[in-house]
């Protein structure tokens, strides 16, 4: 998987809104990881930005966000959630800044291309951490390539369905069963 950038970064804690300074790293499946030092041993959050992320603003497009002590609100960077949380970072310029902005959207909606030397065009097969993409080009006389994309069949949150699927039908078989003994209490 391919690193699109890495660097320093603040970030504000959505609890207490304090700044820390973490080292992240943005990599072109979405995935946007920080850690605490630069060594990259253990992460503290990991966003997936193709999934979770609506919109990114920077600088003063950024309304009532303080930046932290000696940064000017130009460095600021906002990126909306699609929960409605907000994951406030400020860079160390507003170059910086700038530059993350364009990098983060261009993580957002970064599709993979394709050539197929035989017709001279491009294709786009959309990467996401869920789906293998296999291509294999035909060697038949129609110069056609083939992309297949294997996807898994289960969301991320199966098991949860299932758990909370068995929860509502055992309390409703327990409901029922009271129901149904209800007559012969009152013979």
Same mark, same amino acid.
């Given at each position: 998987?391919?690193?699109? @950038?890495?660097?320093?970064? %603040?970030?504000?804690?959505?609890?207490?809104?304090? %700044? @820390?300074?973490? %080292?992240?790293?943005?990599?072109?499946?979405?995935?946007?990881?920080?850690?605490?030092? #630069?060594?990259? /041993?253990?992460?503290? &959050?990991?966003?997936?930005?193709?999934? &979770?992320?609506?919109?990114?603003?920077?600088?003063?497009?950024?309304?009532?966000?303080?930046?932290?002590? *000696?940064?000017? /609100?130009?460095?600021?960077?906002?990126?909306?959630? /699609?929960?409605?949380?907000?994951?406030?970072?400020?860079?160390?310029?507003?170059?910086?800044?700038?530059? %993350?902005?364009?990098?983060?959207? #261009? $993580?957002?909606?970064?599709?993979?291309?394709?050539?197929? !030397?035989?017709?001279?065009?491009?294709?786009?097969?959309? +990467?996401?951490?869920?789906?293998?993409?296999? +291509?294999?080009?035909?060697?038949? *006389?129609?110069?056609?390539?083939?992309?297949?994309?294997? /996807?898994?069949?289960?969301?991320?949150?199966?098991? #949860?369905? +299932? $758990?909370?699927?068995?929860?509502?039908?055992?309390? $409703?078989?327990?409901?029922?069963? *009271?129901?149904?003994?209800? !007559?012969?209490?009152?013979?």
């Amino acid at each position: 998987m391919a690193l699109l @950038k890495s660097g320093w970064l %603040w970030r504000q804690s959505s609890v207490l809104k304090r %700044w @820390k300074l973490n %080292w992240c790293d943005l990599w072109i499946d979405g995935s946007f990881v920080f850690y605490k030092t #630069e060594s990259r /041993r253990d992460y503290e &959050t990991k966003v997936n930005l193709k999934a &979770t992320c609506v919109n990114v603003k920077s600088g003063l497009e950024c309304p009532n966000v303080c930046p932290p002590e *000696s940064h000017p /609100r130009e460095n600021l960077l906002v990126v909306y959630m /699609r929960d409605g949380n907000m994951l406030i970072l400020c860079a160390n310029s507003e170059d910086e800044a700038l530059a %993350w902005k364009l990098t983060l959207m #261009e $993580a957002k909606r970064n599709p993979v291309f394709t050539y197929n !030397p035989y017709d001279d065009t491009y294709q786009t097969v959309p +990467i996401n951490s869920h789906n293998a993409v296999y +291509i294999m080009p035909n060697t038949g *006389s129609g110069g056609t390539q083939h992309v297949y994309v294997h /996807r898994d069949s289960y969301d991320d949150n199966f098991g #949860e369905q +299932i $758990a909370l699927g068995l929860l509502a039908g055992m309390a $409703a078989g327990a409901a029922m069963r *009271s129901l149904l003994w209800m !007559p012969f209490w009152f013979c």
